[in-house]
């Protein structure tokens, strides 16, 4: 301490024309205060999720629109603009220098590659994905869309070690991985849950390693039948993400205001351990480290890379940036 944190959030406003794009810089962050300043791009619809990549020294941003449309940008100036006094970034700024219009509704599936700079996946409620690649004159999308699934496409993930392989979840109950290098249809395909499939995570520590939230409120690790299974949320899961240094933590949120974190290494001792119950009389498990609540109507959480253990999360109700007391 004190931290600074980069942000880039979308706004969902009440007229389409009020919608952001917001870069954010946090700044002085100790445990008790902050100080924070922000850029914006005006939109004319609201964001249904963003994902940004660094990519030498640009910033790219990309942003699932309720239009249907995907927009990216470069966010270097307005970067700039956060850490230059006196640097205002250029009004041509404002404009995406890409814009996927291959989809014929909205979406919310998005993920750029962690192993191949500048490679997009974007997945819509029509079941189609497409690939968007950057080239030297600038960003080209693929025409050909990957087919598989039977409902819309929730989330997508690239693999964390293998630069042609991703996977998606959908609301076909479904979690599928694909390889880019064959036809665009999966490889392989898991029922993961009994209900809609919103949110996965690849481990990047263990690459076999799957989590995935459904509307049933239960998080699973899937590879590919599920190693473990975990009933705590008690409405849907809207987000899940692994520690990106501890290969056995991971990150869940739900549509119950909560935010809970894991460590599935923990093993439970039925002869010595004591049964722990919450307020309701509800069995805690064992693997369950932490609770996080203050937050109404929560949509994404996200480690911060460089910073052990802080944790990122955007409500309704506004953004959430902190460290448990063991971290």
Known sequence: ???????????QADKPKNNELMVMKL???????????HRSIKLRGGVNRVRVTPQRNLQ???AWLETGKVQIWDLTPHIKSLDSPGYTAPRAAQNPTHTVDCHSTEGYALDWSPLSPGKLLSGDNHTHIYLTTKTESGFTT??????????????????????????SASADKTVKIWDLRGQRKPSLSVKAHETDVNVISWNKKVEYLLAS?????????????????????????????????EESVIAVSGADDQISIWDLSVEEDNEESRIIRDESGSRIPSQLL????????????????????????TAASGFHVFKTVSE
């Open 1 to 11: 301490y004190p931290a600074t944190a980069y942000i880039v959030a979308g706004t």
């Open 27 to 37: 700044t002085q962050l100790h445990k008790t205060h902050k100080k924070n300043e």
């Open 60 to 62: 790219f941003c990309a």
């Open 142 to 167: 693929d025409q050909i869309p990957c087919i598989g699934h039977e409902s819309s496409v929730e989330d997508i993930q690239w693999s964390p070690s293998e630069k042609s392989v991703f996977c």
């Open 213 to 245: 939230g459904s509307d049933d409120g239960v998080s699973t690790t899937a590879a590919p039948t599920p190693v473990a299974s975990f009933k705590w949320h008690s409405a849907p899961v809207t987000s899940v993400e692994w520690h990106p240094t």
């Open 290 to 313: 932490f609770i996080h609540q203050g937050q109404t109507d929560i949509k994404e959480l996200h480690w911060h890379p460089q910073f052990p253990g802080m944790l990122i999360s």
